[in-house]
Structures are given as structure tokens and as C-alpha cells.
């Protein structure tokens, strides 16, 4: 079975950083790429970031780059997002998600920034 | 970007009768490998989005077959034959051809009459 499971959120106020976490598991993550999507509260989705299988090819949307760096550690089965300079619109549930056609995701995280 | 846009917005059906979200995109998701990268998502209230169908018509495993999925180019379709109270939720189009960024339509709230 496949399953994403997302930690690190919390509370943080405006300017601070968090780092998030998605551990994997029931599938093969070092031959898959992943992505971060968020939701604001009450909100749609919004992709955040990719990255391939090895770490070669990334992708931020505008809202976030330059901000936030998505990283991975294949040899742990893990997904990060390190996540600087937070504003009050990064409040969301982040959650991670398999592949480029998106097809499995986590429960998500809840990062809110807020002084 | 891609601005996917989805009507109605919010979609009262009554317990078994049909019921269909229409999804349309700013351009062409034909890929240049004459795939079409359009998937639909299903989000139950507090969970986490479920992938329903993928490259327009492609159930996902385990999706009742009451899920279809349509359609071409710009225009989209998710119709739901038979609706049951299990799939009161969010529902949202995603395109992934012309990517980054992968882009959604705004969602399409499903509620029981």
C-alpha cells in the first residue's frame, strides 16, 4: 500500500522558516519524481514544487521561489520543502503527492504563519 | 499559464440522478506526444485530494465505475452516472502538459439535495 505521510508544520510567525517532511512508503521513491501542493484554508489547490527522481530537474511556482527549497534523500525515502521568509499566504496544508501525473498524496501538514 | 476553469461551482444533486463538471482549459493540452495530461480529483471533506481519473479517461484504481471521464483539446467532462452520498466533496481538474506550474480549476463543490 502507498502511503505519504507529511510532518513538520506548525506555528510560525511571519519572516520565520519551518522545514517540512514527507516520509514514503510501498512504492519504489528513488524512481519517482514528487511534488508539494498546498491549499489555503477554505481555498483550492496550488502546486508548489517538483522534483525529479535524482534530484537534477526542480520547479518552483512564482509565489515561492526564491523562497523555498524542495530537496530529497532517496536512501531514506524522503521528501523535504525548507521554507524561508514566511508571509501570512503561506498558511496551508501542504501536502506531498507521487509523480508527475500526481497520483497518490499525503494527509497533509497545516503550516500557519501568523504573529 | 494554463487558467483551467470549471463550472458550475457548486453542483446540488439529487441522490441517484446523474451529474456532470465541465473543465476547460486556455489552451490545447494535447502534449506534444499526442498525450492529453488532464486529471480529475476527488476531495471529501477533511481528507486529502484522491485522484479519480487521469489522461482524461483513465479511471484510477479502485474508482467506481459511475466515474468517467471526457472529452478534448480545451473541453473536459467528469460525469458521475449514478450519484451516491459517498461523493459529496470537492472536485477539481488538474492539467499537467504544460507544466511548470501544474495548475487546477477552482473546484467544483458536489452537495446532496
Known amino acids: 500500500e502507498v502511503q505519504l505521510v507529511e510532518s513538520g508544520g506548525g506555528l510560525v510567525q511571519p519572516g520565520g522558516s519551518l522545514r517540512l517532511s514527507c516520509v514514503v512508503s510501498?512504492?519504489?521513491?528513488?524512481?519517482?519524481?514528487m511534488n508539494w501542493v498546498r491549499q489555503a484554508p477554505g481555498k483550492g489547490l496550488e502546486w508548489v514544487s517538483y522534483i525529479d527522481s535524482i534530484s537534477s530537474s526542480i520547479f518552483y511556482a512564482d509565489s515561492v521561489k526564491g523562497r523555498f527549497t524542495i530537496s530529497r534523500d532517496n536512501a531514506k525515502n524522503s521528501l523535504f520543502l525548507q521554507m524561508n521568509s514566511l508571509r501570512a499566504e503561506d498558511t496551508a496544508v501542504y501536502y506531498c503527492?507521487?509523480?508527475?501525473?500526481?497520483?497518490?498524496w499525503g494527509q497533509g501538514t497545516l503550516v500557519t504563519v501568523s504573529s | 499559464d494554463v487558467v483551467m476553469t470549471q463550472s458550475p461551482l457548486s453542483l446540488p444533486v439529487t441522490l441517484g440522478q446523474p451529474a456532470s463538471i465541465s473543465c476547460r482549459s486556455s489552451q490545447s493540452l494535447v502534449y506534444s506526444d499526442g498525450n492529453t495530461f488532464l486529471n480529475w480529483f476527488q476531495q471529501r471533506p477533511g481528507q486529502s485530494p484522491r485522484r479519480l481519473i487521469y489522461?482524461?479517461?483513465n479511471r484510477d484504481s479502485g474508482v467506481p465505475d459511475r466515474f468517467s471521464g471526457s472529452g478534448s483539446g480545451t473541453d473536459f467532462t467528469l460525469k458521475i452516472s449514478r450519484v451516491e452520498a459517498e461523493d459529496v466533496g470537492v472536485y477539481y481538474c488538474m492539467q499537467a502538459t504544460h507544466w511548470p506550474p501544474y495548475t487546477f480549476g477552482q473546484g467544483t463543490k458536489l452537495e446532496i439535495k
Open positions: 510501498g512504492f519504489t521513491f528513488s524512481s519517482y519524481s
Open positions: 489522461k482524461v479517461s
Open positions: 503527492a507521487i509523480g508527475a501525473d500526481v497520483a497518490y
